[in-house]
C-alpha cells in the first residue's frame, strides 16, 4: 500500500443519542450469541431512574426475544442502521422500508420494536441529555485520553490512510459495533463509567478498529454466526490487537489478558488459535503496519 506524505492523525470522538437508545432497548433483550446486550445491573439503574415513568418496556420486549434470535441474521441490522441516520424518524424509515425484511419480520419483530424504541424515547431523551450534559468534564477528560492512547496505535490508522472515529456509547453494555464509514475506522464503544473503566473502553476500541482489516483476510462476503466465520473474525481481531499492543503499548497487555480472563500470555495464546497459513498472513499485514512508524 503506497502510504499518504500529508497524513497527518486526527482521531474523531461523537455520540448519538439516537443509537443510544436502541441499545438501551436492546440491554433489555436476552440474545443468545456474542452480540447480547443484556444487562440487570443496567437494567435496575434504570428503574431507578424511572420512577416517575409509566411504560414498562421488560413485557413488550420480551415478546420479541424469540423472534429475534431465530432470525438474527436478518434482523442483526438494527444494530448498526442508527449509525446511518439523523433521527428517530429517520431510523423508524429506514428500518420501515428495508428491503431485507419480511412481511413476517416487520409485523413481528420492526412494527413493535420502533414503538418500544417511540415509547422509550420519551424517557430516554431527556435521561441522555442529563447524562451528557452532566458529565461534560468528566467527557473531556475522557476523550483527551483517548486520543492520546489511540496516538500510540497511530500506524494502524495511517497504514490505511484512515481516521479512527469513535462513538462513545452510554447504554451499549457490553461488546462494542464496528460499522463503516468512509475515511474512517469505526465503532461504538461503552464510555467508561470511571477511570478504572477506561482501559476497557481503549481495548475495545483497538478490537472494533481491527476487525477493519483482520476480517478482510478471510476473503468472504459475509461473516454470520451461523458458522465458524464469526468465531475466526473474533480470533484473528484478538489476535492481531495482542500482537500489536506487545509492539506498540506493552503496558496494557495485563488489562488486554483480564478483558479474556487471562493472567498469562501462554494461556491466552493457547486459547486463540488459527490455522498456519492465516497465521502467516496475519503476521505479514502487522508486520507492515508496525513498519510505518519506521517511515
Keep these: 500500500m503506497k502510504l499518504s506524505s500529508t497524513y497527518v492523525f486526527n482521531p474523531e470522538i461523537s455520540y448519538l443519542w439516537g443509537a443510544d437508545l436502541v441499545f438501551h432497548v436492546l440491554a433489555y433483550m436476552k ?12 437494567i435496575e439503574r434504570m428503574a431507578i431512574e424511572k420512577t416517575s415513568f409509566e411504560y414498562d418496556i421488560i413485557p413488550h420486549i420480551e415478546r420479541l426475544q424469540a423472534y429475534y434470535n431465530q432470525n438474527f441474521e436478518r434482523l442483526a441490522i438494527v444494530n448498526f442502521m442508527p449509525f446511518y441516520v439523523g433521527s428517530l424518524q429517520d431510523l423508524k424509515n429506514a428500518l420501515s422500508n428495508y428491503q431485507n425484511f ?6 413481528r419483530f420492526i412494527n413493535p420494536f420502533l414503538e418500544i424504541l417511540e415509547s422509550e424515547s420519551v424517557f430516554y431523551y431527556d435521561y441522555w441529555d442529563r447524562f451528557h450534559s452532566g458529565n461534560a468534564a468528566y467527557r473531556l477528560s475522557v476523550e483527551n485520553r483517548l486520543k492520546a492512547e489511540l496516538m500510540k496505535f497511530s500506524c494502524i490508522y ?13 447504554s451499549i453494555t457490553q461488546n462494542g459495533r464496528g460499522f463503516n464509514r468512509g475515511g474512517y475506522i469505526s465503532g461504538a464503544i461503552p464510555f467508561p463509567k470511571n477511570d478504572d473503566d477506561f482501559g476497557y473502553t481503549l481495548i475495545m476500541t483497538l478490537h472494533e478498529h481491527t476487525h477493519y482489516f483482520t476480517s478482510a483476510l478471510l476473503n468472504r462476503t459475509h461473516i454470520t454466526m451461523e458458522d465458524d466465520s464469526f468465531d475466526l473474525s473474533e480470533s484473528l481481531a484478538i489476535l492481531a490487537d495482542y500482537y500489536l499492543i506487545k509492539e506498540l503499548n506493552e503496558t496494557l497487555m495485563p488489562d488486554y ?5 487471562f493472567d498469562a500470555e501462554e494461556d491466552f495464546l493457547k486459547s486463540f488459535v488459527i490455522n498456519d497459513n492465516l497465521h502467516s498472513e496475519l503476521m505479514r499485514k502487522i508486520e507492515d503496519i508496525l513498519s510505518v512508524n519506521k517511515i
Excluded at 440474545?31 to 443496567?42: F, I
Excluded at 419480511?102 to 409485523?107: F, L, N, Q, R, V
Design 31 to 42: 440474545v443468545n450469541n456474542a452480540s447480547n446486550l443484556y444487562d440487570e445491573a443496567y
Design 102 to 107: 419480511t412481511s413476517e419480520d416487520k409485523e
Design 158 to 170: 495511517k497504514y490505511h490512510n484512515v481516521q479512527p472515529f469513535v462513538i462513545l456509547s452510554y
Design 257 to 261: 489478558l483480564k478483558v479474556f480472563g
